[in-house]
């Protein structure tokens, strides 16, 4: 079965950092494309990120822009999710998704899209 596996999630104070890592089990990233979805408490799950198999391509839901950066090392299994400046409203459970397409640029935001699922990590922004 393929699973992403997420970790770095935690309890932060408002405008601190973290970093969340998603590695595979069971499978390699090479033609994955990655992405970031996060599922607050009575919400929607809803996109944050998104890194082609390339790394070229990359995309922001607007709440992560300006503070959220994707980054992808195949040699290492690995996509982080680099988490600055962050705010109560990012309080969710986040989760990692891989697609697996030839296109090389391509970002997928569309949840329907993933068949690959984590089981998500907590992330809690709170003083």
């Known amino acids: 079965q393929l699973r992403p596996v997420e970790s770095g999630g935690g309890l932060v104070q408002p405008g601190k950092s973290l970093k969340l890592s998603c590695v595979p089990s069971?499978?390699?990233?090479?033609?994955?494309?990655v992405t970031w979805f996060r599922q607050a408490p009575g919400k929607e799950r809803e996109p944050v990120s998104c890194?082609?198999?390339?790394?070229?391509?990359?995309f922001y839901s607007n709440s992560a822009k300006g503070r959220f950066t994707i980054e992808r090392d195949d040699a290492k299994n690995t996509v982080w999710l680099q988490m600055n400046s962050l705010k109560s409203e990012d309080t969710a459970v986040y989760f990692c998704?891989?697609?697996?397409?030839?296109?090389?640029?391509?970002?997928?935001?569309?949840?329907?899209?993933?068949?690959?699922w984590g089981r998500g990590t907590q992330v809690t922004v709170s003083s």
């Open positions: 998704a891989a697609f697996h397409t030839t296109v090389l640029a391509r970002c997928e935001m569309n949840p329907r899209e993933f068949n690959a």
């Open positions: 890194i082609s198999i390339n790394g070229g391509t990359s």
């Open positions: 069971g499978f390699t990233l090479d033609f994955f494309t």
